[in-house]
Each structure stands twice: as structure tokens, then as C-alpha cells.
């Protein structure tokens, strides 16, 4: 353990915000295993380099017309353009472009100055002139649409547009037949035969076909078209093993080739940057403020681990290639990992880990998208299936539920992918196997852990519970009226923690085994005392010795029994530091200088909510024996005194139970002592049988 330094709490002082982030001491030990941890993750993750279909074969082998000697399949995703396809439809684009005319506006003012403006030839000329007397190039316009073009007219520093079918243009074969539809639409008098002769002279071509606009406007129409793009999805077969390479096999090879990774800096420093914000992240959000308890070091050293292992396992799945698209989440261990964090951490724990791990690996670009999601459905799947698992053999039920969640999944993301109908059956079938085999992999790995931990798992307190174990039967032949009290505050003690949220059968197993201690010297304890009480014949002072060492010598017996650290700490706090208030008066009357400290127990107040629920159950069941007479309202007034009087006393005050816990603990013990202590009826006696012997 090491202080903070002075110089960060001076300056969190001047930033209040700061102070938020302040703890009280620094683990050094915690500190540099979960360094080291992040630290292989980030050079596993980082250095990891995804074997490409490029890096795996020699593309030179390959070529048009030759036949391929294996599977070549994609290890990514990759879309690439395909060149012919994209040629073809740039052509077809092109021939829909129409070629463009340009008019010249200086034909038509020489035209005009030779006629007056009432000459009807002028009239005419000008109506031809304006809509435009196309010129027709003998070569040029087969590259452009066939039907249809684009002439252009400037005026005043603007251009007009306008697309015209070649059918209804103007050129110098159709001039005589617009003039006369001119003259007849607008009702002009019959003219004489020499007028259509004079225009059909003097008009003049002045729209004309320009090579270098129509060349422009088909290089802007050719910009417009989009490349037709070809999606491989990772896992498709590019090339098939004794197949003969065609031109889109050989495009798709270079493609893939040409996109292998390459770590740039910019990709490197994202990625870096990614993986301190998880790390900072899992810090925070395992940190005493957020988990609401100090992770103890075992624990820690057990999610550094559990963690390592889950990125080397997502990063050596990222390598293998499986065909049809089929994501390589289904070899992620995401649950497993999730599983034994809530059995051997806690479940707030594992809601953290199955939203971070997930998180790692998609940063660190061992998994994809759907990868993300399956492998993030599973880790918050497995923190609910594994609820209320009181036997080892619900893990395998759990894993049963774990693969109906994993198909649901990979349903969801099949649909999205529109994966073909030959994909599902073994992507449902892998999906299901791996909730199943996480299942019964933790079937196997937990035992060993949990023994190596030393944790109070729900099925470690279960074996600690079971009242036929040889240590039970050899306390209850060896102190029967201690065992007997043991069972009274025990069942007190689960009543009252299950109706406070806190753990039931962590108190329950904590009051079976708290007053272990006394099982070496029965007889100087009441509860085992029959007609003589050995303190009589001693010194308080003696009597307060043999009474107080039962803490200690119950820490004793249960670290030889390998209790786990919770269970030891309620052997050690069911006392915490109270005076033993009986042999103090008796020491008084003998010597009125005494301290109380000198008949106080040594041990710790009660730290958690468990501990002092124990505490509360066994002076309220110790107590309550006194009692002559019990009724429903005595009992309440009672138990009140004695809860408060430890209140009073500050044993309770590291305990976290709040005046409305306790409240709760009051009733709970007075309707589990009202039932046990109930009144009953005196029965008569029965008369003797008439020459019965008595």
C-alpha cells in the first residue's frame, strides 16, 4: 500500500472537481498487475496482423485460363470496382450524350443587312436564322446519341440550352419547306415562286457541330456515372480449388491483394487511443465509487486474467477464416468469461465486463460489426441466465438457455447480412454450441478457481450450509447448545437479509459457523452449561479471557477449514468491540478502577451488511432466552433496545445499514422469535389407568 502523494491532493483541492477522482490509497500491486494486464491486451490486439488471402498464397501463381490449386477465400470484407462492367456502362452513358451545336450569331447579322425590314423574305429568313440552320458534319456524331442533340445560343454573356431531335431541326435541304409553313402560318399573301428561290440562295448555315463542347459535355455526363462496385463479404470463396480462373476471379485476387492491411500511423494511434479510453473506462467503473465496494486483490488479479485470456482467444478467432460469412464471434468466449466474473466478483461486475470486452476487441479491430453485436448479446444473455443458480448442474442449464439466446442472435444478424439460405443451419448450429460448451466449460473451470479464490460462491456457501459435513456433526456432539443457538441466529439472519436485499445465504452460512470458536471449551459458555457454571470458581477477569478467545480461536478453526475471507470476517466482527457487560459488573464490584476496555472484545465492528445482521441475530437471540414471559409487543419493545443500543454504541456505524434496514430487521426477527416463542396451552394431566404401576 502506498499514500497519494501530497502534491496531488493539494492540487485537487484548487479543482473540486478533481476530488471526485481522489482514493485513499493506491494498491501498488493491483495497480501493476492490471498495467501489465492492459499492457499485453494493447501489444496483442495492436500487433496482431490478420492473414490475408495475399499473405497466404503468391498471386504471380495465378493468371487467366489456369486452373486453381486451392480455395482462396476472403479473410475481410472487401468491395472493389469491376473495370468492364463499369467500361460498358460508361459507354452506354456516352452514346445517351447528345453531341452540341453552336450558333453563330454574326451569320445571321450579314444575312439580315441586304433586306428591308418590310421584305417577307427578310421575314422569313429571320425565322429560319433564329430557330437555326444546322450545318451536318459528314463524320463525328456516331459516338453521340443517334436521336437526339444540344444546341447552344449565347446571348448576353448567357447560354441557352436547349436539347432538340434531329427530326425537327433545320438544315439546308428542309429551308423551302419551313418558309412556306412560315408564310402559311402567318398568313402572308401568296407569293410568287422566285421568293422560295431567292431564300433558298441567300440563307446560310449558322448552327454548327463543336467537336471540343461535345467532347466536354461527355467527359461531365462519363464523371457522372458511378463505378459498378463488387462486394465480397469475408468468408465468400473467390476461387474454387480445381476450377479454371476467369478475368472476374482474377480482378477479385488483385483486389484482395491490394487491399492487405497496412498499419498506417493514423490507424495505430486511433486503436491506441481506443484502448486507453476502455482501460480508463474498466478503471472507472470498477473503482470503489462506481461498484459501491473495494475489489479485493484476488478479484482483480482474477478479472486481469480472465480478460487477457478472452483477447488472446477474440484475437487467435479474428485468424480464422470460415466460409459462407460466417462471423467468428460464435468462437468468442464472451460468456464465459461473463459467467465466472458474476459467480466469483459479482453481478454488477459482469454487466460491466459484457459491455467492455465486447467494446476491446471491436476497437481493437479483431472483429467486425456483427461480430460486435453476437459476442455483446451473448455477455449480457449469460449475466441473466446464470441468475439464481443454486447447483452446479444449473450451469448446464444455463448454457441451454445461453444457446437459445446466441440463435436469436445470429438470426437477427443473418437477416441483416441477407445471408443465403445454405448460411443459417451452420451458423445456428455453431451459435448454439457455443452457449452450450460455455455452459459446461464453466462447469469444469470453476471448481479450481473457486478453491484457488477461496470466494463465497453460491455453491461453496451451499457445501459450507450442509448441516451433515463431519465439522457440523462433531460441533453439535461437542457444544449441541451453541449449535442450537447457531441454527436460531442463522435462520434469524437469512430472514432478515433477504428482506433488505443484502445476501441470504452468506448470513446464514456466516451464523452457522460465527461461534465456532467455543467448540474447545463448551462449558464456560451458557447456552452449553446444564447445573454448574464454571465462572463461579474464577476471576472475571479469567472468565473474560476464556469468553473473548472464542473470536479468535473461531478465526483459527476457519482458516483451517478454508472458509472463505467473508465468512472469517463475520467470526471476527459478531462481537465487533462491545463490552462483555456481565463479568465487567462483576469485576466492578471487585475493583471500581477497571476499564471497560480491559472486558471489551478486540475485534472488528461489523463492515458489512451481513456481518451486522449476524451481530443483530445473536445478541437478539442470546437475549430473547432470558425472557420468562414473550408476547408479540414485548418482543418489539425488546429487540428495539437492543438494536439501538448498538446503534448507541457506534457498532453499526461501517455497516452501510441504513434506520430503514434496520427497521426491516426488527420485524423481520419478531415474526420469526413470536412463532418460535408462541404461547402455548398447559395441557392436563391424563388420569392413570386403574392398577397401572407408577
Given at each position: 500500500?502506498?499514500?497519494?502523494?501530497?502534491?496531488?491532493?493539494?492540487?485537487t483541492?484548487?479543482?473540486p472537481?478533481?476530488?471526485?477522482?481522489?482514493?485513499?490509497?493506491?494498491?501498488?500491486?493491483?495497480?501493476?498487475?492490471?498495467?501489465?494486464?492492459?499492457?499485453?491486451?494493447?501489444?496483442?490486439?495492436?500487433?496482431?496482423k490478420?492473414?490475408?488471402?495475399?499473405?497466404?498464397?503468391?498471386?504471380?501463381?495465378?493468371?487467366?485460363?489456369?486452373?486453381?490449386?486451392?480455395?482462396?477465400?476472403?479473410?475481410?470484407d472487401?468491395?472493389?470496382?469491376?473495370?468492364?462492367?463499369?467500361?460498358?456502362?460508361?459507354?452506354?452513358?456516352?452514346?445517351?450524350?447528345?453531341?452540341?451545336?453552336?450558333?453563330?450569331?454574326?451569320?445571321?447579322?450579314?444575312?439580315?443587312t441586304?433586306?428591308?425590314?418590310?421584305?417577307?423574305a427578310?421575314?422569313?429568313?429571320?425565322?429560319?436564322?433564329?430557330?437555326?440552320?444546322?450545318?451536318?458534319?459528314?463524320t463525328?456524331?456516331?459516338?453521340?446519341?443517334?436521336?437526339?442533340?444540344?444546341?447552344?445560343?449565347?446571348?448576353?454573356?448567357t447560354?441557352?440550352?436547349?436539347?432538340?431531335l434531329?427530326?425537327?431541326?433545320?438544315?439546308?435541304?428542309?429551308?423551302?419547306?419551313?418558309?412556306?409553313?412560315?408564310?402559311?402560318?402567318?398568313?402572308?399573301?401568296?407569293?410568287?415562286?422566285?421568293?422560295?428561290?431567292?431564300?433558298?440562295?441567300?440563307?446560310?448555315?449558322?448552327?454548327?457541330?463543336?467537336?471540343?463542347?461535345?467532347?466536354?459535355?461527355?467527359?461531365?455526363?462519363?464523371?457522372?456515372?458511378k463505378?459498378?462496385?463488387?462486394?465480397?463479404?469475408?468468408?465468400?470463396?473467390?476461387?474454387?480449388?480445381?476450377?479454371v480462373?476467369?478475368?472476374?476471379?482474377?480482378?477479385?485476387l488483385?483486389s484482395?491483394s491490394?487491399?492487405?492491411?497496412?498499419?498506417?500511423p493514423?490507424?495505430?494511434?486511433?486503436?491506441?487511443?481506443?484502448?486507453?479510453?476502455?482501460?480508463?473506462?474498466?478503471?472507472?467503473?470498477?473503482?470503489?465509487?462506481?461498484?459501491?465496494?473495494?475489489?479485493?486483490?484476488?478479484?482483480?488479479?482474477?478479472?486481469?486474467?480472465?480478460?487477457?485470456?478472452?483477447?488472446?482467444?477474440?484475437s487467435?478467432?479474428?485468424?480464422?477464416?470460415?466460409?459462407?460469412?460466417?462471423?467468428?464471434?460464435?468462437?468468442?468466449?464472451?460468456?464465459?468469461?461473463?459467467?465466472?466474473?458474476?459467480?466469483l466478483?459479482?453481478?454488477?461486475?459482469?454487466?460491466?465486463?459484457?459491455?467492455?470486452?465486447?467494446?476491446?476487441?471491436?476497437?481493437?479491430?479483431?472483429v467486425d460489426?456483427?461480430?460486435?453485436?453476437?459476442?455483446?448479446?451473448?455477455?449480457?444473455?449469460?449475466?441473466?441466465?446464470?441468475?439464481?443458480?443454486?447447483?452446479?448442474?444449473?450451469?448446464?442449464?444455463?448454457?441451454?438457455?445461453?444457446?437459445?439466446?446466441?440463435?436469436?442472435?445470429?438470426?437477427?444478424?443473418?437477416?441483416?447480412?441477407?445471408?443465403?439460405?445454405?448460411v443459417?443451419?451452420?451458423?445456428?448450429?455453431?451459435?448454439?454450441?457455443?452457449?452450450?460448451?460455455q455452459?459446461?466449460?464453466?462447469?469444469?473451470?470453476?471448481?479450481?478457481?473457486?478453491?484457488?479464490?477461496?470466494?463465497p460462491?453460491?455453491?461453496?456457501?451451499?457445501?459450507?450450509?450442509d448441516?451433515?459435513?463431519?465439522?457440523?456433526k462433531?460441533?453439535?456432539?461437542?457444544?449441541?447448545?451453541?449449535?442450537?443457538?447457531?441454527?436460531?441466529?442463522?435462520?434469524?439472519?437469512?430472514?432478515?437479509?433477504?428482506?433488505?436485499?443484502?445476501?441470504?445465504?452468506?448470513?446464514?452460512?456466516?451464523?452457522y459457523?460465527?461461534?465456532?470458536?467455543?467448540?474447545?471449551?463448551?462449558?464456560?459458555?451458557?447456552?452449553?452449561?446444564?447445573?454448574?457454571?464454571?465462572?463461579?470458581d474464577?476471576?472475571?477477569?479469567?472468565?473474560?479471557?476464556?469468553?473473548k478467545?472464542?473470536?479468535?480461536?473461531?478465526?483459527?478453526?476457519g482458516r483451517?477449514?478454508?472458509?472463505?475471507?467473508?465468512?472469517?470476517?463475520?467470526?471476527?466482527?459478531?462481537?465487533?468491540?462491545?463490552?462483555?457487560?456481565?463479568?465487567?459488573?462483576?469485576?466492578?464490584?471487585?475493583d471500581?478502577?477497571?476499564?471497560?476496555?480491559?472486558f471489551?472484545?478486540?475485534g472488528?465492528?461489523?463492515?458489512?451488511?451481513?456481518?451486522?445482521?449476524?451481530?443483530?441475530?445473536d445478541?437478539?437471540?442470546a437475549?430473547?432466552?432470558?425472557?420468562?414471559?414473550?408476547?408479540?409487543?414485548?418482543?418489539?419493545?425488546?429487540?428495539?433496545?437492543?438494536?439501538?443500543?448498538?446503534v448507541?454504541?457506534?457498532?453499526?456505524?461501517?455497516?452501510?445499514l441504513?434506520?430503514?434496514?434496520?427497521?426491516?430487521i426488527?420485524?423481520?426477527?419478531?415474526?420469526?422469535?413470536?412463532?418460535?416463542?408462541?404461547?402455548?396451552?398447559?395441557?392436563?394431566?391424563?388420569p392413570?389407568?386403574?392398577g397401572?404401576?407408577?
Open positions: 500500500m502506498k499514500e497519494n502523494t501530497d502534491w496531488f491532493s493539494k492540487w483541492e484548487n479543482w472537481y478533481m476530488r471526485s477522482f481522489r482514493v485513499k490509497k493506491i494498491r501498488m500491486n493491483v495497480l501493476l498487475a492490471s498495467l501489465i494486464a492492459f499492457l499485453l491486451c494493447g501489444i496483442i490486439l495492436l500487433g496482431i490478420h492473414n490475408s488471402s495475399a499473405e497466404n498464397i503468391d498471386i504471380d501463381e495465378y493468371a487467366v485460363g489456369k486452373v486453381s490449386e486451392q480455395d482462396v477465400i476472403a479473410d475481410r472487401i468491395a472493389y470496382i469491376d473495370q468492364e462492367a463499369s467500361r460498358l456502362l460508361r459507354n452506354e452513358a456516352l452514346l445517351q450524350v447528345p453531341a452540341v451545336f453552336i450558333f453563330d450569331e454574326a451569320v445571321e447579322n450579314d444575312v439580315l441586304a433586306y428591308s425590314t418590310d421584305d417577307p427578310r421575314a422569313a429568313l429571320k425565322f429560319l436564322l433564329d430557330g437555326g440552320v444546322f450545318a451536318m458534319p459528314f463525328g456524331l456516331e459516338n453521340y446519341n443517334k436521336n437526339i442533340l444540344e444546341a447552344r445560343h449565347e446571348k448576353d454573356s447560354v441557352e440550352r436547349e436539347e432538340l434531329y427530326t425537327e431541326i433545320i438544315t439546308m435541304d428542309t429551308v423551302e419547306d419551313a418558309a412556306r409553313l412560315f408564310f402559311k402560318n402567318n398568313n402572308y399573301s401568296e407569293q410568287e415562286p422566285e421568293i422560295y428561290e431567292t431564300i433558298r440562295k441567300n440563307v446560310r448555315e449558322n448552327v454548327f457541330f463543336s467537336p471540343e463542347a461535345s467532347r466536354e459535355l461527355a467527359n461531365e455526363r462519363i464523371k457522372e456515372v463505378p459498378v462496385m463488387i462486394q465480397l463479404n469475408k468468408g465468400d470463396i473467390i476461387v474454387r480449388k480445381g476450377f480462373i476467369n478475368s472476374e476471379n482474377m480482378e477479385a488483385n484482395l491490394a487491399q492487405t492491411d497496412r498499419y498506417n493514423s490507424r495505430l494511434i486511433a486503436r491506441i487511443i481506443a484502448l486507453l479510453l476502455c482501460y480508463g473506462l474498466i478503471v472507472f467503473l470498477l473503482g470503489e465509487k462506481s461498484l459501491g465496494r473495494l475489489l479485493k486483490n484476488s478479484e482483480v488479479y482474477l478479472l486481469c486474467a480472465l480478460t487477457l485470456v478472452y483477447v488472446i482467444v477474440a487467435s478467432a479474428s485468424s480464422i477464416v470460415f466460409p459462407n460469412g460466417i462471423t467468428s464471434g460464435i468462437l468468442i468466449p464472451a460468456a464465459l468469461v461473463v459467467i465466472l466474473s458474476e459467480i466478483v459479482g453481478p454488477r461486475v459482469a454487466i460491466i465486463l459484457a459491455f467492455i470486452l465486447p467494446l476491446v476487441s471491436f476497437c481493437g479491430g479483431v460489426l456483427y461480430s460486435y453485436v453476437f459476442i455483446l448479446v451473448s455477455g449480457l444473455a449469460a449475466t441473466f441466465v446464470i441468475r439464481g443458480s443454486e447447483r452446479r448442474m444449473d450451469l448446464v442449464i444455463a448454457g441451454i438457455f445461453l444457446a437459445v439466446a446466441n440463435c436469436i442472435a445470429m438470426v437477427c444478424i443473418l437477416l441483416l447480412q441477407q445471408s443465403p439460405a445454405g443459417w443451419p451452420a451458423s445456428l448450429f455453431w451459435s448454439a454450441f457455443n452457449g452450450i460448451a455452459g459446461m466449460l464453466v462447469l469444469g473451470i470453476l471448481p479450481p478457481l473457486e478453491r484457488a479464490m477461496n470466494a460462491t453460491t455453491f461453496r456457501l451451499i457445501e459450507l450450509s448441516l451433515n459435513s463431519p465439522f457440523m462433531r460441533f453439535f456432539n461437542a457444544a449441541p447448545g451453541t449449535y442450537s443457538h447457531s441454527l436460531m441466529v442463522a435462520n434469524l439472519a437469512e430472514q432478515a437479509a433477504q428482506e433488505i436485499g443484502a445476501n441470504p445465504l452468506l448470513a446464514r452460512v456466516g451464523a459457523y460465527h461461534d465456532i470458536g467455543k467448540i474447545d471449551k463448551p462449558d464456560y459458555f451458557v447456552e452449553n452449561q446444564t447445573d454448574h457454571n464454571k465462572h463461579d474464577i476471576n472475571p477477569r479469567l472468565s473474560v479471557t476464556v469468553i478467545s472464542h473470536v479468535k480461536l473461531g478465526l483459527e478453526k483451517q477449514l478454508r472458509l472463505p475471507e467473508e465468512v472469517l470476517d463475520v467470526i471476527g466482527e459478531h462481537h465487533g468491540n462491545s463490552v462483555i457487560t456481565w463479568f465487567y459488573n462483576e469485576a466492578l464490584k471487585r471500581a478502577s477497571i476499564s471497560p476496555e480491559e471489551s472484545y478486540s472488528n465492528i461489523p463492515r458489512s451488511k451481513e456481518s451486522a445482521i449476524v451481530m443483530l441475530a445478541t437478539t437471540e437475549a430473547v432466552r432470558t425472557l420468562k414471559k414473550t408476547t408479540f409487543t414485548s418482543l418489539e419493545k425488546y429487540i428495539h433496545e437492543l438494536i439501538m443500543g448498538k448507541e454504541h457506534g457498532l453499526l456505524a461501517d455497516s452501510e441504513t434506520f430503514r434496514d434496520l427497521t426491516i426488527q420485524d423481520a426477527f419478531v415474526r420469526v422469535l413470536a412463532g418460535y416463542y408462541h404461547s402455548r396451552i398447559e395441557y392436563p394431566k391424563e392413570m389407568p386403574e397401572a404401576e407408577t
